[in-house]
């Protein structure tokens, strides 16, 4: 579809998934409000869009785990008078370990980072869509979401939380032709896992692992095709529809098998 001079909203647009999906609805024309608390990848971000596609690139430079991220941006974008016809809510970060040995302040920022800033900002921006008729949401999920493991016990449910909150808002926002769709990547290439030392090159060279080129692409054709659920590549399909039926005893066996090696360790 014709999305030339609409302006799109993208958080974590500054690296990996986000990065992907500005650069290719800028290819589109289309102009970008990219958000992140990376200032210094921003402005790489819009140098890039700018020179190499006919848009417009506004930058916020925001923390998105902060309490009021969600109406700092909506009102910031009402005082520039930017019309958001595009919300991408993207933006994540990954927390592994168990639950009660995480950074209380960690645990506390990917709740609002997950939760309650994309809920809000689909609150905020769904609105004036479904004033104008018009309007396409993005939420970004992942495979995690299928199954509460642990170590990602704050990841995955709260990623579950993106998918079904997208599930339910479809529905209502259907009558006004505001289109929403989830995205649901499995490994995926990108700095959010550059902190635990992850080497995705073999991954990615067996296919198992993709770029983030790959998903974001994936995931703008599923939105524009008003599509409910997009999940990138094969095997993932079929992890989806195999993960939930893995025996909670064999999960809790696994782990006390971690766990043991865990303490052994710590005894040496």
């Not at 999920?141 to 599930?167: C, D, E, H, N, Q």
Request: charged share 20%; aromatic share 8%.
């Amino acid at each position: 579809m014709n999305i030339s001079g609409l302006w799109a909203l993208v958080t974590g647009a500054s690296s990996g998934i986000g990065w992907q999906i500005s650069e290719q609805l800028a290819a589109k024309e289309c102009n970008i409000i990219a958000v992140s608390n990376q200032a210094g990848q921003l402005e790489e971000l819009k140098q890039q869009l700018e020179q190499s596609h006919r848009v417009q690139v506004v930058t916020i430079n925001q923390d998105l785990a902060r309490e009021d991220a969600a109406k700092s941006i909506f009102d910031y974008c009402q005082t520039q008078k930017l019309v958001v016809d595009i919300l991408v809510n993207n933006a994540g970060m990954l927390m592994y370990g168990e639950m009660v040995d995480s950074a209380y302040d960690t645990m506390k920022s990917i709740l609002q980072l997950h939760v309650t800033t994309p809920a809000l900002l689909c609150r905020l921006f769904g609105n004036g869509m479904k004033e104008r008729r018009s309007g396409f949401i993005l939420n970004v999920s992942s495979i995690s979401a299928v199954m509460p493991y642990p170590t990602i016990s704050v990841y995955g449910p709260t990623k579950a939380f993106l998918r079904y909150f997208t599930r339910a808002i479809r529905t209502e926002l259907k009558p006004y032709r505001v289109h929403v769709s989830c995205l649901i990547p499995g490994a995926t290439d990108t700095p959010l896992n550059a902190p635990f030392g992850a080497d995705m090159s073999f991954g990615r060279k067996a296919g198992i692992v993709k770029g983030p080129e790959f998903v974001a692409r994936a995931g703008i054709r599923a939105m524009f095709r008003n599509r409910a659920l997009c999940i990138p590549g094969i095997l993932n399909k079929i992890i989806v529809l195999l993960f939930p039926l893995i025996p909670a005893s064999l999960i809790s066996m696994v782990n006390r098998h971690r766990v043991r090696k865990s303490m052994n360790k710590k005894e040496q």
